[in-house]
């Protein structure tokens, strides 16, 4: 399920195999990674920003009033961001709510809509899915896709300081054995 969006394509040249190795080889760990073969290894989480505070900036919480991730102290929190023309956001979304349903009382789970035109792209979204847990987070600003220069869609585990453990980016299956296993990270 891993893919990422807002990534822009290189210009089409000529094949070069060489370069491609190298290309391969030189992926960031902050980067999309491709999805393992099945019983080859676990998924891959970025943890070279463990210990960063979160950023500061504010967003709109479901509520419509100003919120930043502070506001979620006291328990660790898992923030994704997402947008409704980014498919690999859209295609985890459903794993996002259930795993929120899961965590609750836990960890709190808040997706981020990256989305420019905010609650009128927002709001039908959540309308159609129906989500049972998750609430419609809004920042049309980017704020936090330029503090954590994300690749959406993003998630971020904090811990209940607000510091972070670890990034994935790419689309992902929430309730599988090895996210959960990486969310319990910040317990």
């Not at 809004?138 to 896709?145: N, R």
């Amino acid at each position: 399920m891993t893919a990422g969006c807002d990534r822009k394509s290189q210009a089409p040249g000529q094949a070069d195999a060489a370069a491609d190795a190298n290309a391969a080889a030189a992926i960031s760990p902050d980067e999309v990674q491709p999805e393992p073969t099945p019983g080859t290894k676990t998924m891959t989480f970025d943890r070279s920003h463990k210990g960063e505070a979160a950023p500061t900036l504010g967003f709109t919480g479901p509520d419509g009033a100003p919120v930043t991730l502070a506001a979620f102290r006291g328990k660790p929190l898992l923030l994704n961001l997402w947008a409704t023309w980014c498919a690999p956001c859209v295609a985890e979304m459903p794993t996002l709510d259930t795993a929120a349903k899961a965590l609750a009382g836990k960890v709190a789970v808040i997706a981020v809509s990256q989305d420019l035109d905010g609650h009128a792209k927002v709001a039908p979204f959540f309308a159609q899915h129906r989500f049972a847990t998750l609430k419609p987070y809004l920042d049309p600003k980017l704020g936090l896709s330029l503090a954590y220069q994300a690749n959406l869609p993003m998630t971020i585990l904090l811990d209940s300081t607000g510091h972070e453990v670890w990034r994935r980016s790419g689309g992902t299956d929430w309730t599988s054995a090895d996210a959960t296993k990486a969310i319990g990270e910040a317990s």
